[in-house]
């Protein structure tokens, strides 16, 4: 009995954490979209942890377009 609580606990736990991930693929969003969420980003003065995770991505995937020479966030 304590042991099905503990593996139930611990998938629980698992469960939780990887709602923190994002799968979001950001190669599917046009250029104003990516602007407009890259700016967004810039504008927030305390962002949360998965504020800057994701504001990474977005960052992320500007440089990427950048080095393809699609200027869409600068």
Same mark, same amino acid.
């Given at each position: ?17 990887? @709602? ?20 967004? @980003? ?12 994701? $504001? ?5 995937? $500007? ?9 869409? @966030?600068?």
């Amino acid at each position: 009995m304590l042991i099905t609580r503990i593996f139930t606990l611990l998938l629980l736990l698992l469960m939780i954490s990887s @709602c923190d991930k994002s799968n979001e693929n950001l190669t599917g969003l046009n250029n104003l979209e990516l602007r407009k969420k890259w700016r967004e @980003c810039a504008y927030i003065r305390s962002p949360s942890s998965s504020e800057q995770h994701i $504001c990474g991505n977005y960052e992320r995937e $500007c440089n990427d377009r950048k080095d393809q020479g699609n200027l869409s @966030c600068y």
